[in-house]
């Protein structure tokens, strides 16, 4: 009698870099039981390929145009809850972790990672577990951030908070935020002092600093 194989565990991959998803989908090709559905550019497409193809695993970048690969995570774990999310990303800090892990990603692996760990993480997480890289669990940073409650994600600010903190982060005066936003200056200035109470940031370099550690804008934004 002929044994039956599991389903594939079918995944999309979302990366801005061409060359990048063409090597990591090469690797992904190789390993027996996974089948890659489709490739994303950006955020916004990551979203639609999550959308209509319901994958298993997305395999996420953290800096991406369009929507950072945390606002994917998010919309995805919120709509998609079915869908589990991996963070592949040069971003190795504990930090970085703890925020793909707070927005709900369920592995988080550093692009050095060799392909073997690639494929212990794939089907860790497919198999309803969670995946840490090694060299990011083994930072006692991370038992810290999981287990206490310090400093709030982006859940803790609204939304016109978050638009306001990006434009803050790339040099925005109040004047220009409030006409970009067609709000008054004493508002801006409210979203502002409330920002640092919430995220227990006090200077607008502190502030700038969390918005291109969380992926809100990017270094070269």
């Given at each position: 009698m002929e044994s039956i194989s599991p389903a594939p565990i079918r995944?999309?991959?979302a990366d801005d870099h061409a060359l990048v998803r063409a090597g990591i989908r090469a690797l992904l090709e190789r390993i027996q039981g996974v089948e890659v559905l489709a490739e994303a550019g950006d955020g916004q497409e990551a979203l639609e390929r999550v959308r209509e193809l319901r994958p298993d695993i997305i395999l996420l970048d953290i800096a991406m145009p369009v929507l950072n690969g945390l606002e994917v995570l998010r919309?995805?774990?919120s709509?998609?809850?079915e869908v589990r999310v991996i963070v592949l990303t040069v971003h190795e800090t504990a930090e970085y972790a703890v925020h793909a892990l707070r927005s709900g990603a369920a592995g988080f692996v550093p692009k050095c990672a060799a392909s073997a760990e690639l494929e212990l993480?794939?089907?860790t997480v497919a198999g309803g577990e969670r995946y840490l890289s090694p060299e990011i669990s083994k930072h006692a940073v991370l038992d810290q951030y999981l287990s206490a409650n310090t400093r709030p994600l982006f859940g803790a600010i609204t939304p016109r908070q978050r638009e306001v903190l990006g434009m803050i982060a790339r040099?925005?005066?109040t004047k220009y935020i409030a006409?970009?936003?067609d709000i008054s200056a004493k508002t801006v200035e409210t979203h502002r002092a409330q920002l640092m109470e919430r995220l227990q940031i006090?200077?607008?370099a502190g502030l700038v600093r969390?918005?291109?550690r969380t992926g809100l804008v990017q270094m070269d934004d």
């Open positions: 995944v999309v991959l919309e995805t774990t709509k998609f809850p993480a794939l089907k040099g925005g005066s006409r970009s936003l006090y200077d607008v969390y918005a291109i």
